[in-house]
T-cell receptor
Framework: DGGITQSPKYLFRKEGQNVTLSCEQN?????MYWYRQDPGQGLRLIYY???????QKGDIAEGYSVSREKKESFPLTVTSAQKNPTAFYLC???????????FGPGTRLTVT | QKEVEQNSGPLSVPEGAIASLNCTYS??????FFWYRQYSGKSPELIMF????GDKEDGRFTAQLNKASQYVSLLIRDSQPSDSATYLC?????????????FGRGTQLTVWP
């Protein structure tokens, strides 16, 4: 069953703790993306990657870090430096030859 | 910064009517346009994409693109209550080989029985 999986669905953390969100895809897609969505807001790009071991900052990269050690995996770490980390985090991917991005189910992070 | 503008709504239509969702974008050179549907609490789902001027139809959905006016729209014919969702417009950055998208804030659609 092909698709994008994100885990966990819900995540609760205390302020000051780093947390890593998982994103895995078995679609053999080259490009992967992390977005953040806040209530009533559009999607804002955090990081994106086209190939293994390479990634670029998006519009709101501060306080976040990523890695792309495998084509199918693109984990996002929300560090304690992120001032307002509570949000809905979405991972997406697409083939290099197509710009049609598909999304995972998302992780809802709450930091208190 | 690329701008993608949508009316936030809410847009409310009766069942069976045509719902018209609109989107404008700032980058005249943009070439690829996408419509996503997002149900409350869920992730966005790609429903339409259009690359050329004119209309593209897929079932009850029609995407319309006018590059001269920098305007893209989504028409939903025979609207159903199950169409009630937020619709996100996205535009591809022409300067990026990676294909990053810029999203509008979305239009909330309610279809009432």
């Amino acid at each position: 069953d092909g698709g994008i999986t994100q885990s966990p669905k819900y995540l609760f953390r205390k302020e000051g703790q780093n947390v890593t969100l998982s994103c895995e895809q078995n679609l053999n897609h080259d490009a992967m993306y992390w977005y953040r969505q806040d209530p009533g807001q559009g999607l804002r790009l955090i990081y994106y990657s086209q190939i293994v071991n390479d990634f670029q900052k998006g519009d709101i990269a501060e306080g976040y870090s990523v890695s792309r050690e495998k084509k199918e995996s693109f984990p996002l770490t929300v560090t304690s430096a992120q001032k307002n980390p509570t949000a809905f985090y979405l991972c997406a991917s697409n083939e290099a030859s197509s710009y049609e991005q598909y999304f995972g189910p998302g992780t809802r992070l709450t930091v208190t | 910064q690329k701008e993608v503008e949508q009316n936030s709504g809410p847009l409310s239509v009766p069942e069976g009517a045509i719902a018209s969702l609109n989107c404008t974008y700032s980058d005249r050179g943009s070439q690829s346009f996408f419509w996503y549907r997002q149900y409350s609490g869920k992730s966005p789902e790609l429903i339409m994409f259009i690359y050329s001027n004119g209309d593209k139809e897929d079932g009850r959905f029609t995407a319309q693109l006018n590059k001269a006016s920098q305007y893209v729209s989504l028409l939903i014919r025979d609207s159903q209550p199950s169409d009630s969702a937020t619709y996100l417009c996205a535009v591809r950055d022409r300067g990026s080989t990676l294909g990053r998208l810029y999203f509008g804030r979305g239009t909330q659609l309610t279809v009432w029985p």
